[in-house]
């Protein structure tokens, strides 16, 4: 694959549609999430404000050259995760760099940044980001096992690990998503994809009331604004990641953005419903049915 | 001009020349007995070149002109001439240990020994069975004197004791002799075998008591309490000469007389000796008194060369060369343990540690002791191999099986004593006597060996291809004098210019495990550098074990292979043992590594016997109708060493407990040999299966499980080494599991995770031992926040973890990506998700790894730590190098390997487009990653960088702590049990079932030993009473229906 | 806490060696904070609309008031509509609200807190224990004026203020910082020595360094 | 209850024995003979949880009097004991070594008081004053109010009033009561 100079301006594009998206439907989501508590809530582009004012914040500590760089490892690991990804199928200018590699990489560039980010926060030299990091490893190695599962069981059924041949495999009719013709699968997958959003009941990661948000606890103005950045980008590469594998990739940008939309609802509507697992029941819960159901996915391919 | 009758007249001369001079024994006595006893030696000599030049013919000599049995008949041959020199030898160098006993005895002991000897010679040359009965009541006198040489009441019991045992064998024999004459009218060996054999055999009592008599000179077990008790309570000196000098006569008669006894006894003797042999080591296991261990062991061995001399599958040529190197071996090998038990005075194994600032006396301890054990290069090792390979050519599965397992129970004692030399607690040294014969002894095995070697031309490959390594070898040890600098300096240049030489002769898998091995070894031999000081041992192990791993690239035959892969393990054992607290670890890998190697041992037997006798390494591809037997037990070999789950316990301890670098060495290169095996073996043997089970998905199957297994331990270790060697134990996981698929993308992925392990383990292994060495302690919640003190072991920590979790840039996403491609490509999709979850679980050891470590909080003590020495950071360099080049062009590693991957599995190979790889199902471009994930990170840098450029650098104790301000570093630190949670959920799974089986199997040998040891009472009629009820038990078992 | 692990002390280091380990400059920053200027004026005030559209309080309850605090988080008051929300570490938060009577211990660790945060940072008080000691005004062990200890932004009387009036300290708070006069941060910063003297007079035990970064 | 009278009476010369209610009694002993009496009480008489100890300063008569308060919960009754130590020398046996959380209670006592209590765990360390450097604050000759004035800055302008004028004032200002 050659380098063409211009789709790195296609790339900056999307990763700048992919940022703003991101904010909006976080904003959104919340407040969707106050509706339901009979709150007014945050205003729905309260994250912009929250951003900027991080961005603003006058001064800030540094623990030392690892602390600093975990927002940077976290930031490039979020914007290397989307531009890895093809984003709109057929479209010559949203493919970015997704020559680079395939389904493999993806999955496994998630965990460039979370790797970066635990040891900044590590270096920080703070109890609870220690804790929270070994809550969050421990935890998602147990919710990748059904996602790994349910990738084996698509890579085995379109009999390719490239994302834009196995969204090509799905166009032509919702009876082509994966949704339809491997349900098993994805419901594996989309189980598993609760154990990575960081959302009840798996959050206790972050249990704000106990180890205050975990990880980044000592991180704070810029270096909180890089993180609150990257949790913009981050998500979204993940869920347009789910999107282009189970529910048929999207042809253009408002595709995308209500499959986003609708599959980000997903982990919300569990959240709000169930309280938080403890680290060790989450272990068991995803080794349990989801792994069952990925299982199953395998075997009835 | 010599004659036969000179090694009786000759120590007779002497005997009355010294008993008339007096009672005091001097100088001019002392210089008498060394004259006799030096001419015999000088005659045997003789004898000995004048046969193998074969200016002699062999003969019989009668004295006073008369035949026997009027006269004393004497045969000459080249195995008498042989044994006569071995037992002189033995007699003239046990002289200068007994110099003080004779000073203080008087002549009338010298006299007792001299007797002896004759005695001895007697029985070797004697055609003739009523002489032989007298020699041995000669020697039976003699020894009781000798026992007498010390004087204690329990030597007084054990003399008392021998005597009555040694009665009953006269017995037998008289018994013997009068009822053969009564049949045949002769008494010696030629005239007794002219009558009708029917004659001779037909339920022949005579025969029965013979035998009985010759085996009871071998003290079989159980029925030898009295010569074990002889061995315990007697000197050392004297035990030395009793077993080195008295059983090779023994068995010399027993060999002289078989023919006598007759074919019908031939497997009761193997069946006597082999149990002889298992049950001494066993009964050894428990001991820790040092001389009876050892007569435990000269009891053993005579069992297993009485064995041999039973085995009527060898040929004349196999059984001559068995016994006289096993003989030799012994008789040389165990007179220089006994002397050393002599010389240093200690009596329990635990108090040997007092020869460890000996280097050696060390030395020469382990020399015999591995001369013992059948280590290469001495002629016990080719004896081993010959008689495994004869046995396997018959149905005598279970002959090998004893052999091996009572081999490997004599290790087991040998390696613990050793150990406790080397290792053990130290106590109070006595003060160590000068000791000539031990000195002399070793050239002479040495000597004999090459000389034995030189008649047989298959092991000729030992003179033409191995002089090299041999000499290297050598050559360390005899500059072992030099500083560690020089030293080092030698072995890197040296394995450089191997290579150099190598290189050319390389193909495919050979040329990547000799970069491994030799390339690799010389970047971790950087790190000697930085040791002051000599390194006493630490050279010439390291060149024993390079020397054995490159040897088994360049093997042909398989006796080569397994010649090489026995130094190497030497060599790591030794490297190993250096380590501070590695005394039964060490032991442990010992005794796996024996395990493997014995298994392994018996697969190349099998081979062999399926092809005819070619060794070539060729023939692994002809199994013949035992192949998938010959897999396995050759894979049980390999998989010892690659610690497959659940043979793998004796690596955390072996690898953790080494020095700093020696760790990276084990891990980093050592742990490949086995994986070369593995693929030799894959490569050579093919698709297996046993039965209806495929035997490449029950190696998938247990490559994953190790996988998981390693892995998940590693993330619930404190131990920093020990959290790295159970991730090799996973990593190794991941190569058999990959190789098993056996397809194009399978092998391809073991490679890259062969190199990326060397790499990696190397590299973490390297910076772990730097840290250790500088905050000396290995417990990882000791340590915290030194990244401030170390940043450059820190980078290196860093780039490996990442390269190891598999995370892109860096190497190890490589082996992640063809490891799913493989796993989809081979359909074993549900060992894949095991072995990719356990890939998940890397994650948490590895972060466990760099932040309890690096991160978190620097502790007051460790507040001035320096970074890791200069030359401990040179080999983690070049290494970072390495692997960043890799990672960035993989192309340039893996396409030549899949090039010639094609020519095992030409199907599914990759297809590269510049840095672009290509699989059926997916794509990877190495390249392009590493380029937008550095420009991505360099963009956000200098973006944070520039809005952030004011921050104000703090210390470790500026943090939110709830209002509070942390007390101490130690109680901020969060690193002690680090995943309980994970521990709640799924420790479960690491339950250590291995290890518990394992230590019960140990228990329960030692249990056996203990219960049978009840036996020896030291009571001499007990012991008569042993003898009659294995006399009756060997009448009723042979009649019974054998 | 005793101040005994603030003590120099000597240790021995893993190659035998003793050293002296003083936990104040070793654990700590001694460095002196120096104000920050804005940004420039176009920019600040941009920023400024933004700050007071995104405070974040730091979840601290010193006294009684810290229950009051909870029912903004309800439907019936919800203060996340105006962009107020709650932050459990003093790093991220803007706003320190003390809600409530103060002794000196808990003093000391509000102190410690309003420290960790970082520029531009607010407080408010609550309650008239914090202007003037309320009820406690002569109790042995309850402080009369926060404002000695730490600038304050915006008080709210009441023994407790009911959430409504916390809203409305709240909107006074938002103003301020729109008139950027939300320097509280640097106030303390240049009047450190006179803030720092008022601290120390009634925290005996100084177990810290002057300024807890 | 009154057997608890007749026990304390007879084994430990119990005096002042007050009722205050069928289940609450209190009665004042030797310091001598506490911890044996509390000990009883607890194992024999079934008190077995320490409701809590406290002190009263009688600065008049130069004492210091501790009770120690403890529950029956089968019979539902409480037992206060009355101890006096001299002001003077304030010692008092500890007995966390019947109650661990007599510990606490004796800590505070010593931080409030003055009271020591030796070989009670802690019981130097500063409970709620750190770093207190006057007499104990609890003592009835200590100045609370000019301690405060002299230490915590107050604000000019406090206006105090007597509770009940003021009220009236407030509730019934021409003067009217009814």
Redesign the interface.
């Given at each position: 694959m050659t380098f063409h100079w211009m789709q790195l301006v296609y790339a900056l594009v999307s990763l700048f549609i992919v940022l703003n998206v991101g904010l909006i439907i976080q904003g959104i989501v919340r407040k969707i999430g106050a509706r339901l508590g009979r709150r007014h809530g945050i205003r729905w582009y309260q994250l912009y404000l929250d951003l900027f004012k991080n961005y603003a914040m006058r001064s800030a500590v540094s623990h030392g050259i690892m602390f600093y760089l975990g927002p940077v490892f976290r930031l490039s690991g979020g914007i290397g995760l989307f531009l890895f990804m093809p984003v709109i199928y057929g479209s010559v200018w949203f493919q970015n760099f997704s020559g680079s590699g395939d389904l493999i990489l993806l999955t496994y560039f998630i965990f460039f940044g979370t790797l970066g980010m635990a040891l900044g926060a590590g270096e920080s030299g703070h109890p609870y980001s220690a804790i929270g990091i070994t809550r969050g490893l421990s935890q998602t190695t147990a919710a990748e096992i059904p996602l790994i599962l349910a990738i084996i069981a698509i890579a085995v059924q379109y009999q390719t690990l490239s994302v834009t041949d196995i969204v090509a495999a799905q166009q032509g009719g919702i009876l082509n998503w994966t949704l339809f013709t491997n349900p098993l699968a994805t419901i594996a997958a989309l189980l598993g994809f609760l154990g990575s959003m960081m959302r009840s009941p798996f959050d206790v990661v972050m249990a704000p009331q106990e180890i205050p948000v975990g990880p980044p606890t000592e991180f704070h103005s810029n270096f909180l604004a890089v993180l609150q950045t990257n949790r913009a980008i981050f998500p979204m590469a993940k869920t347009i990641l789910y999107v282009n594998l189970f529910f048929g990739g999207a042809t253009n940008w408002p595709v995308l953005i209500i499959k986003v939309f609708l599959l980000y609802m997903w982990p919300v509507f569990i959240g709000v419903a169930f309280p938080r697992f403890r680290v060790d029941q989450s272990i068991r819960w995803f080794l349990r049915i989801p792994t069952l159901i990925g299982i199953l996915a395998i075997l009835f391919i | 001009m010599t004659q036969p009758i000179l090694f009786i007249a000759l120590p007779l001369l002497a005997t009355f020349f010294t008993g008339l001079t007096g009672k005091r024994y001097g100088k001019f006595q002392s210089a008498v007995m060394n004259l006799a006893l030096a001419g015999t030696v000088l005659i045997s000599a003789y004898y000995v070149s004048a046969f193998v030049s074969g200016t002699r013919q062999p003969y019989t000599a009668s004295t006073a002109g008369s035949l026997p049995p009027f006269s004393i008949a004497f045969r000459m041959a080249l195995p008498e001439a042989l044994t006569l020199l071995l037992i002189n030898g033995l007699g003239l160098l046990g002289l200068s240990a007994l110099k003080t006993t004779f000073r203080q005895k008087g002549t009338l002991s010298a006299v007792t020994y001299l007797l002896y000897f004759m005695a001895l010679n007697g029985i070797v040359l004697t055609r003739d069975l009523f002489n032989y009965f007298v020699f041995i009541e000669i020697s039976s006198v003699a020894l009781a004197g000798m026992v007498l040489f010390k004087e204690s009441g329990r030597c007084l019991k054990a003399g008392f004791s021998w005597m009555m045992a040694t009665g009953v064998i006269s017995i037998f024999l008289i018994l013997s002799a009068i009822l053969i004459y009564v049949r045949t009218g002769a008494l010696d060996i030629d005239n007794i075998l002219l009558t009708d054999p029917l004659v001779l055999y037909s339920g022949s009592a005579g025969a029965f008591f013979l035998f009985l008599a010759l085996i009871f000179e071998l003290k079989p077990f159980p029925a030898n309490g009295w010569a074990l008790d002889v061995y315990e309570n007697a000197s050392p000196a004297v035990s030395a000469v009793f077993s080195g000098a008295g059983i090779t006569a023994g068995l010399f008669a027993l060999y002289k007389f078989l023919p006598i006894v007759g074919d019908r006894w031939l497997f009761p003797l193997i069946i006597i000796g082999l149990v002889t042999f298992l049950f001494s080591n066993i009964l050894a296991l428990k001991q820790h008194i040092v001389n009876r261990m050892l007569g435990y062991s000269s009891v053993g061995q005579a069992g297993l060369i009485a064995a041999v001399f039973g085995m009527g599958v060898l040929s004349k040529e196999d059984m001559f060369f068995i016994a006289a190197s096993l003989m030799a071996v012994h008789a040389l090998a165990k007179g220089g343990l006994f002397w050393l038990s002599h010389h240093t005075g200690y009596t329990s194994v635990y108090e040997w540690a007092g020869i460890r600032h000996k280097p050696l006396f060390i030395f020469l301890l382990g020399f015999y002791i591995f001369a013992l054990l059948g280590f290469p290069p001495f002629p016990s090792f080719f004896a081993k191999w010959s008689l495994i390979s004869a046995l396997a050519a018959g149905p005598y599965g279970w002959m090998m099986a004893a052999i091996l397992l009572g081999s490997l129970l004599e290790a087991a004692w040998m390696i613990r004593w050793f150990g406790f030399a080397v290792k053990g607690n130290e106590q109070t040294a006595n003060e160590i006597q000068k000791t000539p014969p031990v000195y002399t002894l070793v050239p002479a095995l040495l000597l004999l060996g090459l000389i034995l070697l030189l008649n047989r031309s298959r092991f000729a490959f030992i003179l033409t291809n191995a002089w090299i390594p041999l000499l290297f070898i050598t050559g360390f040890f005899l500059l072992d004098f030099l500083p560690a600098r020089v030293k080092n300096t030698f072995m890197i240049g040296g394995l450089g210019l191997y290579f150099y030489f190598l290189y050319p002769t390389l193909t495919e898998f050979r040329l990547i495990f000799a970069i491994i091995f030799l390339l690799g070894g010389m970047i971790l031999l950087l790190a000697g550098y930085h040791y002051k000081g000599r390194r006493i041992g630490f050279y010439p192990s390291s060149a024993l074990m390079y020397s054995g791993l490159v040897g088994l690239l360049t093997a042909g035959t398989t006796v080569e292979f397994f010649f090489w892969w026995e130094l190497m393990t030497l060599g790591s054992y030794f490297l190993i043992l250096r380590g501070k607290k590695s005394l039964p670890h060490a032991l442990s890998y010992f005794l796996f590594s024996m395990g493997g190697a014995y298994t392994m041992l018996s697969g190349f037997g099998l081979l062999a016997a399926a092809n005819q006798g070619s060794l070539a390494l060729e023939t692994l591809s002809s199994g013949g109708p035992f192949q998938a037997v010959i897999f396995i037990l050759l894979a049980l070999g390999f998989l010892t060493k690659t610690a497959t789950v659940p043979l793998h316990i004796w690596l955390p301890g072996a690898h953790s407990e080494a020095e700093s670098d020696v760790s990276p060495v084990v891990s980093a290169v050592l742990l490949k040999a086995g994986v070369f095996g593995l693929i030799l073996l894959m490569a050579g043997m093919g698709p297996q299966s046993l039965g209806r089970v495929n035997l490449y998905t029950a190696l998938g199957w247990l490559g994953a499980i190790t996988a998981l297994i390693g892995n998940l331990s590693a993330i619930f270790e404190e131990d920093a080494k020990r959290l790295l060697a159970y991730s090799s134990i996973g990593q190794l996981g991941y190569v058999l599991f990959a190789l098993a698929m056996m397809n194009h993308l399978g092998w391809l992925t073991a490679t890259v995770f062969a190199l990326n392990h060397f790499l990696i383990k190397a590299l973490l292994f390297l910076a772990i031992g730097g840290v250790v060495m500088?905050?000396?302690?290995r417990n990882m919640y000791e340590m915290g926040?030194l990244?401030?003190k170390m940043?450059l072991s820190?980078i290196s920590v860093?780039i490996g973890?990442?390269a190891l979790?598999?995370?892109?840039p860096l190497t190890g996403?490589a082996g992640?990506?063809l490891s799913?491609?493989a796993?989809?490509l081979s359909?074993w999709?549900?060992q894949?998700?095991i072995i990719?979850?356990a890939g998940?679980?890397t994650?948490?050891y590895?972060?466990?790894l760099?932040?309890t470590i690096?991160?978190?909080?620097l502790k007051?003590?460790?507040?001035?730590?320096k970074e890791a020495p200069f030359w401990m950071m040179v080999p983690q360099i070049i290494l970072m190098g390495v692997i960043l080049f890799i990672s960035t062009v993989p192309n340039v590693a893996l396409k030549p390997v899949g090039t010639f991957l094609t020519r095992y599995f030409p199907e599914h190979a990759l297809v590269w487009?510049g840095p672009?790889a290509r699989?059926?199902?997916?794509?990877?471009?190495g390249y392009?990653?590493m380029l937008?994930?550095g420009v991505?990170?360099a963009a956000?840098?200098f973006?944070?960088?520039f809005?952030?450029r004011?921050?104000?650098?703090?210390?470790?104790?500026?943090?939110?702590?709830a209002?509070?301000?942390?007390?101490?570093?130690e109680l901020?630190?969060?690193?002690y049990n680090?995943?309980a949670?994970?521990q709640?959920?799924?420790g479960f799974l690491v339950a250590p079932v291995s290890t518990d089986f394992w230590n019960r199997l140990s228990e329960g040998t030692h249990a056996i030993a203990g219960f049978i040891a009840r036996l020896f009472s030291g009571n001499g009629q007990s012991y008569v009473i042993h003898q009659i009820l294995f006399a009756v038990l060997v009448f009723f078992l042979v009649l019974g229906g054998i | 806490m005793s101040n005994d692990d603030l003590k120099k002390r000597r240790v021995i280091g893993p190659d035998g060696i003793e050293f002296e380990v003083n936990p104040m400059e070793d654990y700590f920053c001694t460095e002196r904070p120096h104000p920050e200027s804005p940004a420039n004026r176009i920019l600040e005030k941009f920023f400024n609309w933004a700050r007071s559209e995104s405070v974040w309080i730091l979840g601290y309850g010193t006294g009684c008031g810290a229950i009051e605090m909870r029912p903004l988080m309800t439907p019936r008051f919800d203060a996340y509509r105006f962009g107020i929300q709650w932050r459990p570490t003093p790093r991220q938060a803007n706003l320190l609200m003390v809600s409530g009577y103060l002794s000196v211990k808990t003093l000391k660790r509000v102190i410690r807190s309003y420290e960790q945060m970082q520029n531009p940072k607010f407080v408010m008080a609550l309650g008239s224990c914090t202007i003037n000691g309320g009820m406690y005004w002569d109790s042995y062990n309850t402080i009369n004026r926060l404002d000695h200890y730490l600038p304050v932004d915006v008080y709210v009387a009441g023994c407790m203020p009911r959430p409504e009036s916390i809203l409305a300290g709240l909107e006074e708070l938002k103003k301020r910082i729109r008139a950027g006069k939300g320097e509280g941060a640097n106030a303390y910063i240049e009047n450190l020595d006179w803030y720092k003297a008022n601290q120390k007079k009634i925290i005996k035990d100084w177990d810290m360094p002057d300024y807890n970064w | 209850m009154d057997y608890v009278i007749q026990e304390l009476k007879t084994l430990f010369s119990g005096q002042n024995f007050e009722k205050k209610r069928g289940d609450l009694l209190f009665a004042t002993l030797d310091t001598g003979v506490l911890v044996q009496a509390l000990k009883h009480l607890r194992d024999m008489l079934g008190f077995r949880h320490l409701v809590l100890i406290t002190a009263v300063d009688w600065i008049e008569e130069d004492l210091f009097q501790i009770t120690y308060l403890l529950r029956n919960y089968t019979q539902k009754t409480d037992v206060g004991i009355r101890v006096f130590v001299p002001r003077s020398n304030p010692i008092m046996e500890s007995i966390h070594t019947l109650w661990e959380t007599a510990a606490t209670y004796q800590r505070e006592l010593h931080e409030m008081f003055g009271i020591d209590f030796p070989g009670s765990p802690r019981v130097n360390k500063p409970f709620i004053l750190e770093g207190w450097q006057e007499i104990p604050p609890y003592r009835r000759d200590f100045d609370t109010k000019k301690y405060a004035e002299e230490t915590y800055f107050p604000r000019p302008g406090r206006k105090t009033h007597d509770p009940e004028t003021y009220m009236k004032q407030k509730l019934y200002p021409d003067g009217t009561e009814s």
């Open positions: - | 500088r905050v000396k302690t926040g990244i401030k940043p820190f860093m973890i990442i979790s598999g995370v892109p996403f992640k990506w799913y491609n796993t989809v359909g999709y549900f894949g998700v990719n979850f998940l679980v994650f948490l590895c972060f466990r760099i932040f690096f991160l978190g909080q007051d003590q460790h507040r001035q730590v487009d672009m699989s059926l199902y997916g794509y990877w471009n392009m990653i937008v994930t991505v990170f956000v840098f973006w944070l960088f809005i952030n004011k921050a104000v650098k703090i210390k470790q104790f500026n943090i939110v702590f209002g509070e301000r942390p007390s101490r570093p901020t630190h969060f690193a680090f995943f949670p994970y709640k959920a799924l | - | -």
